[in-house]
């Protein structure tokens, strides 16, 4: 949609059937760094397309979320109340003179995915690469059932108090998260699938793991997960149960300092 104050582009309905939460991914800390990657993400597809990157400020980090949330019960460029998504800016002190939206909806909550639904859709994509802007704020918010609720806001504006170009917040092992099943925690179920899966493949059978399975379960970086990442999960499962939350990246770094 269009209006004198701004450009807003047209949603994108992305439903992906997974109806599962990441290991961590209802911490507020983790959607924010979700959502800093996908400044990041979205600044690498600028600078590709010889564009300047988008400066972001924890003001618009604020707002984005708000939006997300307002998500939750509304999906779409109108708000809750009724007033287009523009006015979210109304009580603030950000003028702008032009602004834009992308909001999507899918259920594994990783910048890497909502960035490839966007980067799909010719409306979404020209938001990210668009010479109309020059700030962004992301937002993230889960429903009760699982489902993530996205926020690109876009808009043009003076700088802002804080203003920043976010880096690379994904770790080497980021998708590494020892949650097989995929039910949000990490136990020996986990480590027996794995291990059903090696015996099958010891007598010459196909692996039934995904590659996103293997990914959240190649500690080793070999390629497949067997007896040995088998392990690693029941260790850590033998940590969380101790009373620790360190997410399962950040525990197996620890070791391996």
Known sequence: MRNSRGKILSLIFAVFMCGCLPLHANAQTDLEKQAEQVIYLT?????????PPYQTAPSLKKIAFERSAELTSSFSHIRPDGSECW????NTDIQWTSTGENIAYESFGTAENVMSVWM?????????????????GVGV???????????????YTDPLEGSYIPEDTSSKNSSLTGDIDK???????????????SA?????????????????????????????DASYILQYASYA??????????WFASMNK
């Open 43 to 51: 600044n690498l597809q600028r600078i590709s397309a010889g564009l």
């Open 87 to 90: 006015t979210i800016f109304d």
């Open 120 to 136: 799909k859709s010719t409306n979404h994509r020209g938001n990210i690469l668009s010479e109309d802007y020059n700030y962004i």
């Open 141 to 155: 918010t889960p429903n009760s059932k699982g489902v993530y609720y996205w926020t690109q806001l876009f808009l």
């Open 183 to 197: 039910n949000g925690l990490v136990n020996a179920l986990d480590a027996t699938i794995i291990l059903i899966d």
């Open 200 to 228: 099958q493949s010891a007598v010459g059978g196909d692996s039934y793991l995904t590659a996103e399975q293997v990914a959240s379960c190649d500690f080793d970086e070999n390629g497949v997960c067997n007896s040995a």
């Open 241 to 250: 149960g101790a009373g620790n939350s360190a997410p399962v990246a950040e």
